[in-house]
Structure formats: structure tokens, C-alpha cells
């Protein structure tokens, strides 16, 4: 048996009036399309902080600003058949190119040239029956956010 580990990872919400930029996957095996914010991984000895903004950098060529903690998500999954384990750290912040705001998705790269899309949608485009926002928890996370901004 292959002993699998605990990834550490950190993404960032950025917010656009009432949406949020996410990048879409699929699963081949559950033949499913998902939404997650930008991020990956942080690796040993580095602050998620400066983990985050240097995997904004790889993966849009953007820059960060403002980065504030909103909490923490313990996410064991499976993906493409394979088994997961995360703890995410969730961020709020801002591009520093305002201009990435005005449009309607952007292009990403991966590890290994691997490319995706990055698109702005509303939290209500998540939840029953609509494609989920992965890691689990984190819409949950977000409407409370957004309650508690509205008191």
C-alpha cells in the first residue's frame, strides 16, 4: 500500500462585486465539472502567505495584495479515482491589476504546462445541482462571510 500524505495548500478568494474567481476542472472519473479558487501548494518552510501569492504569480502572472486569513478547511476527497488529503488555508485578497477584474475569465497554467480557465461566478451559482466549489466547506464558509459583512 502506498502511504499517501497530508498536502498543505492555500488559496485566495478574490471577490468582483458579488463573485468570486475560480478555476474549472473535471473529474474524468465522476465525469463532473468543479469550481475551486486560485491557489496550491505551500511548501516546507514557507508561509502560506508568500506560498499563496507565489502560486498567483505561477499559475495567472498576477500579483497580490491584501491578503487576510479567513480560516481554515480540512478536505479529504477523492479526484480522478484517486485518494486526497488537504488542509487549506483560505485567504481573501486582491489582484493588483485591476484590469483582470474587467474580464470575463482569465487564463491559467499549471505544474507541467498544464492550462485552464479562471472565471468569475456568483456564490449562487453554487450548490444543489449546480457544479460544486471544491474544497468542500468553503461555500459555507463564504455565505457566512458574507451574512456577517451585511450586520
Request: net charge negative; proline share 4%; hydrophobic share 30%.
Amino acid at each position: 500500500m502506498v502511504q499517501q500524505g497530508i498536502r498543505p495548500l492555500a488559496i485566495c478568494v478574490f471577490r468582483n462585486g458579488d463573485r468570486i474567481l475560480v478555476g474549472e476542472g473535471y473529474d474524468s472519473v465522476k465525469r463532473e465539472t468543479f469550481y475551486r479558487p486560485i491557489g496550491g501548494g505551500v511548501h516546507f518552510g514557507e508561509h502560506s502567505r508568500e506560498g499563496l501569492a507565489r502560486e498567483i504569480r505561477e499559475e495567472l502572472g498576477a500579483e497580490v495584495t491584501g491578503l487576510e486569513f479567513l480560516g481554515a478547511i480540512e478536505n479529504i476527497f477523492t479526484c480522478d479515482g484517486q485518494p486526497g488529503h488537504e488542509i487549506v488555508m483560505v485567504y481573501d485578497g486582491k489582484l493588483t491589476d485591476s484590469s483582470l477584474y474587467e474580464r470575463d475569465y482569465l487564463d491559467g497554467c499549471e505544474e507541467g504546462d498544464l492550462r485552464f480557465k479562471a472565471y468569475w461566478k456568483s456564490l449562487a451559482e453554487f450548490g444543489d445541482g449546480e457544479p460544486p466549489l471544491y474544497p468542500g466547506g468553503l461555500l459555507e464558509m463564504l455565505r457566512g462571510a458574507c451574512r456577517s459583512e451585511k450586520k
